[in-house]
Nanobody, 124 residues
Framework: QVQLVESGGGLVQAGGSLRLSCAAS????????MGWFRQAPGKEREFVAC????????DYTDSVRGRFTISRDNAKNTVYLQMNTLKAEDTAVYYC?????????????????WGQGTQVTVSS
């Protein structure tokens, strides 16, 4: 069992930055691929980024590549999402998730554990 708690969301102006954190419980954090997803009002939840167990591989959806950076600290059981050059269309609830699969990327059904989400609002 893994419990995930996101933090770091808030209100920011377009062009600004935020760093989201996701703290995981348990001693098996390094066994999971970690992902970030987001859900904007009236839209389906979508993949944002993921990172491999050791942190050596990352992947991003096209709309955030070059602006967002996912990273993890296995010693602290935490995954991060650094978001730069934020745009109004980045406004959403952001969720972190954990998957035991080899490399699930955007396949949400392969993520077994989800956090409660943190709101990010970008004003234009």
């Amino acid at each position: 069992q893994v419990q995930l708690v996101e933090s770091g969301g808030g209100l920011v102006q377009a062009g600004g930055s935020l760093r989201l954190s996701c703290a995981a419980s348990g001693r098996t954090f390094r066994s999971y691929v970690m992902g970030w997803f987001r859900q904007a009002p009236g839209k389906e939840r979508e993949f944002v980024a993921c990172i491999s167990r050791g942190g050596g591989s990352t992947d991003y959806t096209d709309s955030v590549r070059g602006r967002f950076t996912i990273s993890r600290d296995n010693a602290k059981n935490t995954v991060y999402l650094q978001m730069n050059t934020l745009k109004a269309e980045d406004t959403a609830v952001y969720y972190c998730a954990a998957s035991p699969a080899l490399y699930p990327r955007e396949l949400q059904t392969l993520y077994d554990y989800w956090g409660q989400g943190t709101q990010v609002t970008v004003s234009s």
